[in-house]
């Protein structure tokens, strides 16, 4: 005797409230109003029992106690949500007698389907049909429409078209009380002879005389929990005084909200995530450092301009996604201070007070320091490099310390940006404070729609319409919005970075999967490669990969919520902290170092993509190097690595 | 293998399926299955008044020509619409008996396949009786016919269960068939369009097909052996992702029905 049917922890639970249910415009209303909830229904609860072939079991329980949604798992119909059922055999289920039938066809042609569904087969139909048809007693509307019987009428003939199941295990959910006294009398007859051919069973009746007559096991199901499990006679006792009196027995198990297998519903750990995702910013530092070299040297090398080769095949590709993965990295630095630094409270006047003295003011002096070097350097090292613009007098220096020039360093655009970024940050902060996540993201979308929006449908329209940008779009943009072509312009995105970086640290991207990102990831590459291709060189134009274009700052998004979720391993961790401390640093030491390179040492293999990986290599190395022997060197070298530091 | 295997043991439902929507289809109807070869005709007839009397349309052989689209597009269209609502509509079955739940699919696309077979048989009698010469290439329009047939399960596979949770999908889908009709070139030719347009073209894989269908029946030449990888692909490819969605969802569609 061996076991027929194992239940072991079998719960189902039913979700509600999810967006696929309520549908796209009632997510929306209940987001905004903050109602959105989802909530879970556990119909059966960690229920556990095991038979033995043979064995009849019954299932009592008052209504919605789950016995005919657990009946439904052990058909193989819903999936339970945690647990396993093992069954050794066929199983036969008649969960619900009258469905299946179709009210257009006859009722031949419905026996023959319902047949079907149960798993008979045309040869067994055939011999069986005249039995079916006169044991429910419709030999005379055989060739009827099935909707002109009577309800009575479609039970029996269900009713005699099941009981010629032969299954190891049958399951029967209130199928003995159909049609009238004497084919009830019929049909139970029918149904012992079916269990006494052996076939282990899952009985549900309302019925207690019936299970006492007929199961040898029972359970007890209560809201879908475990009552009991076990004697026919103690438990329908049981059963009956709760009925009587509304007391339960004093032995409830079942019910294990902690079970270990269950996937949590709502994050219970958020804060261990939180946290986490904190130190795996040392990681997106570490990438965007990578990613500014990446592309700084890209340029260098692939040249801007008319000066980049004519490239196919793969080196298109390679190129393709060196630009794109390297415009990544200015995204990530603003995404980071507006996750670290747009998070706080400021409305203390002494904590605004510290961070103007702490982050504000050495960052300032640190970006006017770096371009004194530079153009101490300039001065000195680079006379006559045509890059660098020959030697730069003095009223020059003060106008780039008063940002109104920008020095071609490659990286100095960046700098009034971060400045004018810090100098707003507690004002923004506070403005963001109390603002739920919904009103943040409105001059996100602002500044995205008009920058990316404009800027990508512009050029992606100009190249249809061969030559010039759309005038509608260009006046569009530089009249009633005015935030084309100049600074305003890359500030508001930019501004935009660090506010998507504020909505990443309350959240935004949670609830989306990481193979969905994955896939996004893919997908944005894939397109942007087409996009490319496509429209790289029209009439002259050169298609430059900046930051208003969707896709980067798509995938700068998507990247930044990839990586915080990621598990780097503790041996990278304390590299990737100690590169972090100096973020900053280098990207103000990678500059000097790579136009040196570029400059003096022609390492040129006539492969572009060869070519920057090796200065791409050099560059970090080198930078590597001169970050190190600064921070062993005291004071004011550190000082001026040391900025980013007050990021944590 | 365990899926033959599964199927086998389905036949004989499957078989009751598809008998089934063929009843319930015509039911009712006056003219019943001769329906079916009627109303491509109509429309054919209206898209030709339409194109050369009043638009004046100068492609040869255009009855055919036009029949070519009609043929392949229409046949699109019925098994995809009828596919989308196979799954919800015999909610009442799988959500009480275990069946596999791509079998309902399946059977309706027979039945729009048979339909697509009488027309194809309206259609030779077209071409026959316009003069083109029938050779032994036609064989090979077996090839876009098979790949068109896993192309609409597979998209019936995505639509159906698309359709489960999302049922506007069936107003979004009508117009996005109406969107790509006007893309498939059925009633006017790619000629006019510079190459990059044309390659275009080839993004829908409609227009593959019946591109294919006009290369053997009016140009008398078999594409090559891309363009087959092509076709073949586009069918792969969407079957792949419809036994994907459903593979994974399978479990979640009785909650949603």
Same mark, same amino acid.
């Given at each position: ?197 052996? @076939?282990?069973?899952?009985? !549900? ?23 009991? +499990? ?53 990681? !997106?530092?570490? +990438? ?27 080196? +298109? ?76 007098? !003095? ?156 896709? !980067? ?19 990278? @961790? ?38 920057? @990986? ?35 | ?257």
């Amino acid at each position: 005797m061996g076991t027929a049917l194992k239940a072991d922890n079998v719960s189902i639970r039913y979700i509600t409230g999810d967006f696929k249910e309520i549908g796209i415009k009632e997510y929306f209303v209940r987001k905004l109003k903050g109602d959105y909830k989802v909530e879970e229904f556990q119909a059966v609860d960690h229920v556990s029992f095991e038979l033995d072939k043979g064995d009849m079991l019954g299932i009592v329980g008052t209504n919605g106690a789950g016995k005919s949604t657990l009946l439904k798992a052990v058909a193989g119909i819903m999936e339970p949500t945690c647990g396993k059922i093992t069954c050794n055999g066929e199983i036969a289920a008649l969960l619900e007698l009258g469905s299946g039938f179709d009210g257009d066809l006859t009722v031949k042609e419905n026996a023959y389907l319902r047949g079907a569904m149960l798993g008979y087969t045309k040869e067994f139909m055939d011999s069986t049909y005249d039995m079916i048809i006169e044991f429910a007693e419709l030999r005379e509307f055989e060739d009827r429409p099935f909707k002109q019987l009577s309800s009575g009428m479609k039970s029996r003939l269900a009713f005699s078209i099941a009981s010629l199941v032969d299954p190891d295990i049958l399951i029967l959910d209130e199928v003995l009380s159909v049609g009238d006294g004497a084919f009830q009398e019929k049909s139970a007859a029918k149904m012992r002879e079916i269990i006494s051919r052996g @076939a282990t069973t899952i009985l !549900v009746s309302h019925s207690i005389t019936q299970i006492r007559e007929l199961c040898n096991k029972v359970l007890w199901l209560d809201h879908g929990k475990q009552v009991a +499990f076990g004697e026919t006679q103690s438990i329908c006792d049981g059963y009956e005084e709760y009925l009587k009196t509304g007391v339960m027995p004093q032995n409830i198990d079942g019910g294990g909200y902690n079970c270990s297998q269950c996937e949590p519903l709502t994050e219970k750990s958020a804060q261990n995530t939180e946290k986490s995702r904190i130190s795996q910013l040392d990681i !997106v530092r570490v +990438f965007a450092i990578l990613m500014v070299i990446l592309i700084h040297t890209a340029e260098g090398i692939y040249g801007t301009g008319e000066w980049v080769p004519e490239l196919t095949g793969m080196s +298109f590709i390679v190129y393709s996604l060196i630009k794109l993965f390297g415009r990544v990295g200015v995204p990530f630095f603003l995404m980071l201070t507006g996750y670290l630094l747009l998070d706080r409270d400021y409305s203390d006047s002494a904590m605004t007070g510290k961070f103007y003295k702490r982050r504000f003011l050495p960052m300032l002096l640190a970006c006017e320091l770096w371009i004194v070097i530079y153009w101490v350097l300039q001065r000195l090292l680079f006379v006559d490099k045509l890059w660098f613009g020959g030697a730069q007098s !003095v009223s020059t220096l003060l106008r780039y310390l008063t940002f109104q020039d920008r020095n071609d360093w490659q990286i100095s655009w960046y700098i009034p940006v971060l400045i004018l970024l810090y100098l707003f940050i507690p004002f923004i902060a506070n403005g963001m404070r109390s603002m739920p996540k919904r009103y943040i993201a409105i001059p996100v979308i602002w500044f995205s729609v008009q920058e990316i929006g404009f800027w990508t449908l512009n050029s992606f329209f100009s190249c249809f319409f061969r030559g010039s940008y759309i005038p509608a779009v260009q006046y569009l943009s530089n009249t009633i919005l005015r935030f084309r072509t100049d600074n305003y312009g890359i500030i508001g995105i930019y501004f935009s970075f660090a506010l998507v970086g504020l909505l990443m640290r309350k959240g935004m991207l949670k609830g989306i999967g990481k193979r969905t990102l994955l896939a996004a990831m893919g997908l944005i590459l894939i397109t942007s490669v087409l996009w490319l291709k496509a429209f790289f060189r029209r009439d002259g134009i050169q298609y430059t990969i900046w930051y208003e274009w969707a896709p !980067v700052d798509i995938l700068a998004v998507v990247m930044f919520e990839l990586i915080t979720r990621m598990k780097a391993p503790a041996r990278w @961790a304390s590299v990737a902290a100690w590169m972090s401390k100096y973020g900053l640093g280098y990207f103000f030491i990678h500059g000097i170092v790579l136009n040196l390179l570029l400059a003096y040492i022609p390492i040129r293999t006539g492969i572009c993509s060869v070519d920057t @990986a090796v200065y791409f290599l050099a560059t970090f190395v080198i930078s590597t190097g001169a970050i190190f022997l600064m921070s062993k060197v005291p004071v004011l070298s550190r000082r001026l690595l040391l900025i980013s530091q007050g990021n944590q | 293998m365990e899926i033959v295997q599964k199927l086998n043991k389905n036949k004989f439902l499957f078989q009751e399926l598809v008998h089934r929507d063929f009843a319930k289809k015509y039911k009712r109807t006056m003219l019943g299955i001769a329906w079916s070869m009627l109303s491509p005709l109509l429309s054919l007839l209206v898209m030709r008044l339409v194109f050369t009397r009043l638009l004046g349309s100068s492609i040869e052989h255009y009855t055919v020509y036009l029949f070519s689209g009609q043929l392949i597009f229409s046949f699109f269209n019925d098994s995809t619409n009828e596919g989308m609502m196979s799954l919800l509509d015999n909610s009442d079955i799988f959500t009480k008996v275990n069946v596999p739940k791509y079998l309902f699919l399946f059977s309706r696309n027979i039945s729009s396949l048979i339909n697509f077979g009488l027309t194809m048989m309206i259609y030779f009698l077209f071409v026959v009786a316009d003069g083109i010469p029938v050779t032994w290439k036609y064989l090979m329009l077996l090839f876009p016919v098979a790949c068109l047939v896993i192309f609409n399960l597979g998209v019936g596979l995505i639509l159906s269960a698309l359709y489960v949770f999302f049922r506007d999908i069936r107003y979004l889908y009508s117009i996005f068939t109406m969107l790509l009709m006007y893309l498939s070139a059925i009633f006017y030719s790619i000629e006019d369009f510079p190459q990059i347009g044309r390659n275009l073209f080839l993004l829908n894989p409609i227009y593959l097909y019946i591109r294919y269908f006009r290369k053997i029946v009016l140009e008398g030449t078999v594409p090559t052996l891309q363009f087959h990888l092509l076709a073949l692909g586009y069918a792969v490819a969407a079957f792949a992702i419809g036994a994907f969605i459903y593979k994974k969802k399978n479990h979640s569609f009785l909650y949603y029905v």
